[in-house]
């Protein structure tokens, strides 16, 4: 599952996967607290008129718009809304966040998030099968709503399992626009925006379903549609809506908060106080979020005898003669064979995917209609974890490329492993030759210092060791990210692991996300098109790995991660004895040993 925001209307009304909108202080609050309130029947509408048409058939609706209109309403107001009667169904009529909404139609799925839900929806796109388009509603306005880009780059940070939400707030708060929209907004701006700011306080996540009538019927995540008003001529009244229940003063139990002061200070303590009223629930609901991101959803069921990788591991006569022809080929006469391989692997479906714990760091936008070029650069070393991804990638309809490096380490097992894999696979294989002599202050490259050999359980205790290569997997990635702008790739996957690992600092989401940051502000490919750079290992324990592995297909007897070299692994470093573990907890035999 991919996380991309939207960077034009075009992309949202293109997508057709999981699309969620955002207009943190109108339109997605104000929906969040009607539901919150127990309203069974909340409709959406972009266009005046169609509110005027509607009202004069169905008068017992409340109205909260945004634009002026000749029947009895109140502003599209988190606050209004907040205090609304549960038993009376509602509208909404806003700009920017229902102009949104309605150009997502072709999305399978349409959700409605904001800082108010923000959790709760992070927690949803977390289980997503799908990928997910972020839309701030901002896109259909002014570049001035500048709290929706604000929500959405937190929220997908967020279902990386980085950030936080009140880094945003922090960032909102120092902008102008807070200043106009707390002094020039509408008159409940304060109200609304203590609302709109208190983290997750409305745990809905509103989904959005398009009535043929012409307006959309939204309703909780995880419920029935309506169908009623989905299907309903606009002459009829659905049975089940309520007649109008004046609403009584034990019902509005959200009592109206103290304006803030309009000064530079007044603003700074108003958002102050909101970011200290979520201090203790952020701490445990990242540590809750935390949690599910280290839980894997493969299960140790064997692998279908019809698995979507067989025909790339089953080498047809064509494919042998290629594999055998591919060292005096030049890169154009190999490209034939690597379309090839990339033909006989049926790309997975979202209803078939395999899992992972996938995280993504994007600058990209999304491609219209909903698809991307899917042409990714694999940074493979011919170990478990790279295999394993260049076969998740390929599983996923990836056009790949192999990126293999050579940096002077003691021993060629992985190379000659990744040749042999490359090869039997078809695909186009990159060998690149480092020479960086002040490589050798490393055990992994000097063949003179003694590897680690410490226990399994004291792996994590022992800070950064020997083994680390000065600033590799930054070396690995500026060298994908040459090789993406060349050959017009829009993706490069890597197999880095956060969960069971030595302690590599290149190896955290954090300096993912930073690299990716840097590729798509300093690449041709990045700054015109947006590229992303996968890491389907990143929240997966070794033993997870083994499992999806298994799952994949993948031919342990070739891959290579001992870093002692010789026949046979030496069972003593770290990277032997994490292998080992993942193997045992899976119930998997490692075909290496054989």
Request: proline content about 5%; some cysteine.
């Given at each position: 599952?991919?996380?991309?925001?939207?960077?034009?209307?075009?992309?949202?009304?293109?997508?057709?996967?999981?699309?969620?909108?955002?207009?943190?202080?109108?339109?997605?609050?104000?929906?969040?607290?009607?539901?919150?309130?127990?309203?069974?029947?909340?409709?959406?509408?972009?266009?005046?008129?169609?509110?005027?048409?509607?009202?004069?058939?169905?008068?017992?609706?409340?109205?909260?718009?945004?634009?002026?209109?000749?029947?009895?309403?109140?502003?599209?107001?988190?606050?209004?809304?907040?205090?609304?009667?549960?038993?009376?169904?509602?509208?909404?009529?806003?700009?920017?966040?229902?102009?949104?909404?309605?150009?997502?139609?072709?999305?399978?799925?349409?959700?409605?998030?904001?800082?108010?839900?923000?959790?709760?929806?992070?927690?949803?796109?977390?289980?997503?099968?799908?990928?997910?388009?972020?839309?701030?509603?901002?896109?259909?306005?002014?570049?001035?709503?500048?709290?929706?880009?604000?929500?959405?780059?937190?929220?997908?940070?967020?279902?990386?399992?980085?950030?936080?939400?009140?880094?945003?707030?922090?960032?909102?708060?120092?902008?102008?626009?807070?200043?106009?929209?707390?002094?020039?907004?509408?008159?409940?701006?304060?109200?609304?925006?203590?609302?709109?700011?208190?983290?997750?306080?409305?745990?809905?996540?509103?989904?959005?379903?398009?009535?043929?009538?012409?307006?959309?019927?939204?309703?909780?995540?995880?419920?029935?549609?309506?169908?009623?008003?989905?299907?309903?001529?606009?002459?009829?009244?659905?049975?089940?809506?309520?007649?109008?229940?004046?609403?009584?003063?034990?019902?509005?139990?959200?009592?109206?908060?103290?304006?803030?002061?309009?000064?530079?200070?007044?603003?700074?303590?108003?958002?102050?106080?909101?970011?200290?009223?979520?201090?203790?629930?952020?701490?445990?609901?990242?540590?809750?979020?935390?949690?599910?991101?280290?839980?894997?959803?493969?299960?140790?069921?064997?692998?279908?005898?019809?698995?979507?990788?067989?025909?790339?591991?089953?080498?047809?006569?064509?494919?042998?003669?290629?594999?055998?022809?591919?060292?005096?080929?030049?890169?154009?006469?190999?490209?034939?064979?690597?379309?090839?391989?990339?033909?006989?692997?049926?790309?997975?479906?979202?209803?078939?995917?395999?899992?992972?714990?996938?995280?993504?760091?994007?600058?990209?936008?999304?491609?219209?209609?909903?698809?991307?070029?899917?042409?990714?650069?694999?940074?493979?070393?011919?170990?478990?974890?790279?295999?394993?991804?260049?076969?998740?990638?390929?599983?996923?309809?990836?056009?790949?490329?192999?990126?293999?490096?050579?940096?002077?380490?003691?021993?060629?097992?992985?190379?000659?492993?990744?040749?042999?894999?490359?090869?039997?696979?078809?695909?186009?294989?990159?060998?690149?030759?480092?020479?960086?002599?002040?490589?050798?202050?490393?055990?992994?490259?000097?063949?003179?210092?003694?590897?680690?050999?410490?226990?399994?359980?004291?792996?994590?205790?022992?800070?950064?060791?020997?083994?680390?290569?000065?600033?590799?997997?930054?070396?690995?990635?500026?060298?994908?990210?040459?090789?993406?702008?060349?050959?017009?790739?829009?993706?490069?996957?890597?197999?880095?692991?956060?969960?069971?690992?030595?302690?590599?600092?290149?190896?955290?989401?954090?300096?993912?996300?930073?690299?990716?940051?840097?590729?798509?502000?300093?690449?041709?490919?990045?700054?015109?098109?947006?590229?992303?750079?996968?890491?389907?290992?990143?929240?997966?324990?070794?033993?997870?790995?083994?499992?999806?592995?298994?799952?994949l297909k993948v031919p342990f007897e070739l891959t290579w991660s001992c870093y002692a070299g010789g026949k046979k692994p030496c069972?003593?470093?770290?990277?032997?004895?994490?292998?080992?573990?993942?193997?045992?907890?899976?119930?998997?035999?490692?075909?290496?040993?054989?």
């Amino acid at each position: 599952m991919s996380v991309l925001i939207a960077k034009t209307a075009g992309e949202c009304e293109q997508w057709t996967d999981v699309t969620v909108v955002v207009d943190v202080l109108r339109t997605s609050t104000t929906l969040c607290a009607l539901l919150a309130r127990g309203k069974k029947t909340v409709l959406g509408f972009d266009k005046a008129e169609d509110v005027t048409a509607f009202t004069s058939r169905h008068a017992d609706f409340e109205v909260y718009s945004e634009q002026k209109l000749s029947v009895s309403h109140e502003d599209d107001s988190p606050y209004a809304a907040s205090r609304a009667s549960g038993r009376t169904p509602a509208l909404v009529l806003s700009n920017e966040g229902m102009k949104a909404l309605f150009a997502a139609k072709n999305a399978s799925t349409v959700l409605v998030g904001g800082f108010c839900n923000f959790y709760t929806l992070a927690d949803v796109l977390a289980n997503m099968d799908k990928d997910v388009l972020l839309v701030p509603a901002s896109l259909y306005g002014t570049a001035d709503s500048v709290e929706d880009g604000f929500c959405v780059s937190a929220l997908k940070d967020c279902v990386q399992g980085i950030g936080n939400p009140e880094d945003a707030i922090v960032e909102f708060n120092n902008t102008m626009r807070c200043v106009e929209f707390l002094k020039q907004g509408p008159k409940n701006a304060e109200k609304d925006a203590k609302i709109a700011f208190k983290v997750d306080d409305l745990k809905v996540v509103p989904q959005v379903s398009f009535s043929d009538q012409g307006y959309a019927v939204c309703y909780p995540y995880g419920t029935q549609a309506p169908e009623a008003w989905l299907v309903t001529k606009p002459a009829e009244q659905p049975a089940d809506v309520p007649a109008q229940t004046p609403v009584s003063a034990t019902q509005e139990t959200v009592s109206a908060p103290k304006p803030a002061e309009n000064t530079k200070s007044g603003l700074k303590s108003f958002f102050s106080g909101i970011l200290n009223t979520v201090k203790e629930e952020k701490r445990e609901l990242e540590q809750e979020i935390a949690n599910s991101f280290g839980e894997s959803k493969v299960d140790n069921a064997p692998a279908p005898a019809e698995d979507l990788l067989d025909a790339a591991l089953k080498k047809t006569p064509a494919r042998a003669a290629a594999s055998s022809e591919s060292s005096a080929q030049t890169p154009a006469q190999q490209q034939p064979a690597a379309k090839a391989a990339a033909a006989d692997v049926e790309p997975i479906s979202g209803q078939q995917a395999v899992p992972s714990a996938e995280v993504t760091f994007s600058g990209k936008s999304a491609v219209f209609g909903g698809k991307a070029k899917k042409k990714a650069i694999v940074l493979f070393s011919g170990g478990l974890d790279s295999t394993t991804c260049l076969y998740w990638a390929l599983a996923h309809g990836y056009e790949c490329e192999a990126l293999t490096v050579s940096y002077g380490q003691r021993h060629d097992r992985e190379v000659l492993a990744a040749q042999m894999i490359a090869r039997n696979l078809g695909i186009k294989h990159h060998m690149i030759t480092l020479n960086l002599p002040w490589l050798s202050c490393c055990s992994l490259v000097d063949k003179n210092q003694v590897l680690p050999d410490v226990a399994l359980e004291d792996i994590p205790k022992e800070g950064i060791p020997s083994t680390y290569v000065p600033g590799r997997n930054l070396m690995f990635l500026s060298i994908a990210g040459s090789l993406l702008d060349a050959i017009h790739a829009d993706t490069i996957i890597a197999g880095p692991n956060a969960i069971d690992f030595s302690g590599y600092p290149d190896c955290t989401p954090a300096f993912f996300k930073a690299a990716a940051d840097a590729l798509n502000r300093g690449t041709k490919m990045g700054v015109t098109e947006g590229i992303e750079v996968l890491a389907p290992l990143m929240r997966m324990s070794k033993t997870d790995i083994v499992r999806l592995a298994a799952k994949l297909k993948v031919p342990f007897e070739l891959t290579w991660s001992c870093y002692a070299g010789g026949k046979k692994p030496c069972g003593h470093c770290d990277s032997c004895k994490l292998r080992a573990k993942g193997f045992a907890e899976a119930g998997v035999h490692d075909t290496s040993l054989d």
